[in-house]
């Protein structure tokens, strides 16, 4: 639950970042939006964090400023890539919480509610952006964000 709670971290500062740089106030808007649900994610996995005895990573205040930086330099390349990028990200984290799902143990109902609600919303947001005008990314950046997904999850996971 610590990697998921992280995620969220960087999903707030995502998309903050994405919303001080948006071009149009619509596509602000929307950013805050997608924000809110993820701040209710990021409050579900602090709570079941604790009911776990689990600590957030140490990690976390990095995570997040590198988050802001990349959000609001997305969203200086316009909101068609702003928004594309959110669509991208999103299917990154949908993936994640399709093999965090089947890897938890069966009993753990609470888990499972939480991660089935987050990946309802995250393809949601997915799907939004790129309704909304973003621009689908070219399968290497995918590849390159897929890598550092990938990196945020296995330091998160120890540290």
């Not at 071009?23 to 993820?38: I, M, Y």
């Not at 689990?54 to 990349?70: I, K, M, V, W």
Request: glycine share 6%; proline share 3%.
């Amino acid at each position: 639950m610590r990697v998921n709670h992280t995620g969220e971290v960087c999903a707030q500062a995502l998309y903050q970042g994405q919303a001080l740089a948006a071009r149009s106030e619509e596509t602000r808007a929307k950013l805050l939006g997608a924000a809110q649900e993820e701040a209710d994610h990021l409050a579900w996995c602090e709570a079941r964090l604790a009911e776990l005895d689990a600590e957030p990573s140490r990690l976390n205040p990095l995570f997040y400023a590198a988050s802001f930086a990349l959000g609001a330099a997305t969203a200086m390349a316009g909101d068609k890539v702003s928004l594309g990028f959110v669509h991208a990200t999103e299917e990154r984290v949908a993936s994640h919480l399709r093999a965090h799902l089947k890897a938890l143990p069966g009993d753990d109902r609470k888990s499972q509610l939480i991660l089935q609600q987050m990946l309802n919303d995250e393809e949601r947001h997915g799907a939004e952006a790129l309704e909304h005008g973003g621009k689908e990314f070219p399968h290497p950046v995918k590849d390159v964000m897929t890598l550092a997904s990938q990196l945020m999850t296995r330091t998160t996971y120890w540290i």
